[in-house]
C-alpha cells in the first residue's frame, strides 16, 4: 500500500524554466515532508522539508508548496538548471511513529 | 566531516548464501535507518534504530533479515539464505535525532545469481 505516490516518473524542462515535481498522499496523520535529490550510485541527499503548520517553505533556488485539503506536496525549482538533473524523492512521516514514507520517484532532466 | 558510509559498495553471491551489510552512520546520530530499493520502486523501510531503544523491525520482509547495531554505532544487516527478490541496492541512513532529515551513505548493491 503505496501512502506516498510521485505519479511521474519522469519530467524534461529546458534550462532556465521552472521545474515542477508532484507528490501525493493518502495517510492524514502525516505532519513533516521531506524531499530528496539522488544522483546515480550514490545515496540521496536532503533538500527541503516542509511541516504540516505551514503551507511554503523556500530556499533559494527550491520552494516546497504544501495543499493539506488535497494531501498534495510540489517542489519548484526556479530557475531550473542542467546540474539539477536527478531523481526527486518525497517522503512524509507521522508524529505517531518513526517511518519515513517515500514515494517512487522523478527523474528530472533539465536540458541545456 | 566523514558522511555515512556503507560496505561493500557492490556484492554478488549465490543463491541460499548469506551476507552481511555494513553501516557506519555519522558520529553523534543516534537515529539509524536501513531501507531497500529494488528496481523501478521507491524506498522501502526496513528497519530503524533509535538510540538505546528496541529497534521497530516492522518493515523487514521475512525471517531471514536481521540487523543489529552494536554500541549505538555502526550497524550490520544480515540476510540469510538469500533470494533472487533479495536483489536491490540497500540503503543505510543517520540523523541526529528521530524524525530529522536523514544523511544517507551510497548504498550497497545486492545481486543475487
Known amino acids: 500500500d503505496q501512502q506516498v505516490k510521485q505519479n511521474s516518473p519522469s519530467l524534461s524542462v529546458q534550462e532556465g524554466r521552472i521545474s515542477i515535481l508532484n507528490c501525493d498522499y493518502t495517510?492524514?496523520?502525516?505532519?513533516?515532508f521531506l524531499w530528496y535529490k539522488k544522483y546515480p550510485a550514490e545515496g540521496p541527499t536532503f533538500l527541503i522539508s516542509i511541516s504540516s503548520i505551514k503551507d511554503k517553505n523556500e530556499d533559494g533556488r527550491f520552494t516546497v508548496f504544501l495543499n493539506k485539503s488535497a494531501k498534495h506536496l510540489s517542489l519548484h525549482i526556479v530557475p531550473s538548471q542542467p546540474g539539477d538533473s536527478a531523481v526527486y524523492f518525497c517522503a512524509a512521516s507521522a508524529n505517531t511513529g518513526n517511518q519515513f514514507y517515500f514515494g517512487t520517484g522523478t527523474s528530472l532532466t533539465v536540458i541545456p | 566531516g566523514a558522511g555515512v558510509s556503507q560496505s561493500p559498495s557492490n556484492k554478488v553471491t549465490e543463491k541460499g548464501k548469506d551476507v552481511e551489510l555494513r553501516c557506519d552512520p555519522i558520529?553523534?546520530?543516534?537515529?539509524l535507518y536501513w531501507y531497500r530499493q529494488s528496481l523501478g520502486q521507491g524506498l522501502e523501510f526496513l528497519i530503524y534504530f533509535q538510540g538505546n531503544s528496541a529497534p521497530d523491525k516492522s518493515g523487514l520482509p521475512s525471517d531471514r533479515f536481521s540487523a543489529e547495531r552494536t554500541g549505538g554505532s555502526v550497524s550490520t544487516l544480515t540476510i540469510q539464505r538469500t533470494q533472487q527478490e533479495d536483489s536491490a541496492v540497500y540503503l543505510c541512513a543517520s540523523s541526529p535525532r528521530a524524525r530529522q532529515p536523514q544523511h544517507f551513505g551510497d548504498g550497497t548493491r545486492l545481486s543475487i545469481l
Open positions: 558520529s553523534g546520530h543516534t537515529a
Open positions: 495517510n492524514s496523520m502525516f505532519d513533516y
